[in-house]
């Protein structure tokens, strides 16, 4: 065989290997790309996204879309060539597989995550929207989680108020962890509540729930740090009851980010006019009780997505703002929100012709 035959064909044989090589062995790396946007003023699979009853609401125009990222499951496992095309394309995003899914959580275990999060934003999304009304909202401390083997278990339940520690008055959250930590492992803590199922009952009738429970539960010591800190086995969260209906209807989404744009749709249809003023508007970033917007990530897939279907203006997290101003798509807007009050001045100057005004990101 001549020489020049024989060198093209080993090199054809290890471009061949090459290739295979590449495409069998996997790599620790997952992708982030643009995913679906919806207008949370509008319609999704024939439904209204918010659905308001028992208060008047208002007809409302433009669009106020809450933005997605889709990524690989966390059983997906990515190859050479995959990865290699990942990073060359300009609208998608590989990263280490763990940043994803970090100690080895399992695709159902994201998803279940990913659902609590989203069902926890609807409810801080309601609230704000309602404080920023000037609507009451009745807000109370809850068991959120029981962990499983923790000296709570069995003894207090998800759904659970809490009422007290150690006969002191819960008001926050953060308050149930600060009294348990005052005691050390060992000693007996007093929890008072109300039962899950007697809350239940009396937001059913429409009443104030009157039966509690004294628990007492001895504290274990924290296997999560060096201090020897008292635990029970739970973590708290805020309950609320609304002055009327509020539905969010949007399924197969997940994940805190959508809460924004979700609060700002509330607060459209229950405000005569029109927030955008018929423009197209988009965003991102989670929000808590008190309308204080939060980061998220994915935030340069989020940017792609709103622009490609049309938006002129993004609502973006203060903490996201420099990372999404360095490759910001032709044609869109960034405008830097710190809380849900900056989200509708920012609103205002749009629907008013004050652009110039806007608080817009740029690259530190």
Request: hydrophobic share 35%; net charge negative; charged share 25%.
């Amino acid at each position: 065989m001549p020489r020049r035959t024989a060198t093209m064909l080993a090199s054809t044989l290890m471009l061949i290997a090459l290739l295979c090589a590449g495409v069998l062995i996997p790599v620790p790396y997952s992708e982030l790309s643009p995913g679906p946007t919806v207008n949370t003023l509008g319609d999704h699979d024939g439904e209204p996204v918010l659905q308001i009853s028992g208060r008047k609401t208002y007809p409302t125009s433009g669009h106020l879309n809450m933005t997605t990222v889709r990524v690989t499951s966390a059983d997906y496992r990515m190859n050479i060539v995959e990865a290699v095309y990942g990073w060359l394309a300009h609208d998608n995003k590989v990263v280490p597989h763990d940043t994803l899914y970090p100690d080895g959580k399992t695709e159902e275990e994201s998803t279940q995550e990913n659902a609590e999060e989203f069902s926890q934003s609807q409810e801080t999304a309601k609230v704000a929207a309602l404080k920023a009304l000037d609507i009451p909202v009745r807000s109370w401390v809850i068991v959120s989680t029981v962990v499983k083997g923790s000296p709570a278990e069995g003894r207090l339940h998800a759904g659970d108020v809490v009422k007290a520690v150690d006969g002191t008055a819960v008001k926050e959250p953060a308050d149930v962890a600060e009294l348990v930590t005052k005691h050390k492992p060992g000693q007996d803590v007093v929890f008072t509540v109300v039962p899950a199922k007697e809350q239940a009952a009396a937001e059913k009738e429409n009443r104030t729930a009157t039966k509690t429970e004294d628990i007492t539960i001895t504290t274990a010591r924290s296997d999560d740090t060096l201090e020897k800190r008292a635990i029970v086995g739970i973590s708290a969260g805020t309950d609320h009851t609304f002055p009327f209906s509020i539905d969010i209807k949007l399924a197969d989404v997940g994940g805190p980010s959508a809460g924004l744009m979700f609060a700002l749709g509330i607060y459209d249809k229950l405000t005569p006019g029109s927030l955008t003023g018929g423009k197209f508007v988009a965003g991102t970033g989670t929000i808590d009780d008190d309308g204080k917007v939060g980061p998220i990530g994915g935030i340069q897939m989020k940017t792609v997505g709103a622009r490609d279907k049309g938006a002129q203006y993004f609502l973006t997290p203060a903490d996201n703002c420099s990372s999404a101003a360095k490759d910001t798509p032709a044609g869109l807007t960034l405008v830097k929100v710190n809380t849900i009050d900056d989200a509708l001045g920012a609103l205002r100057d749009i629907r008013s012709g004050k652009t110039a005004d806007l608080p817009t990101c740029t690259v530190k």
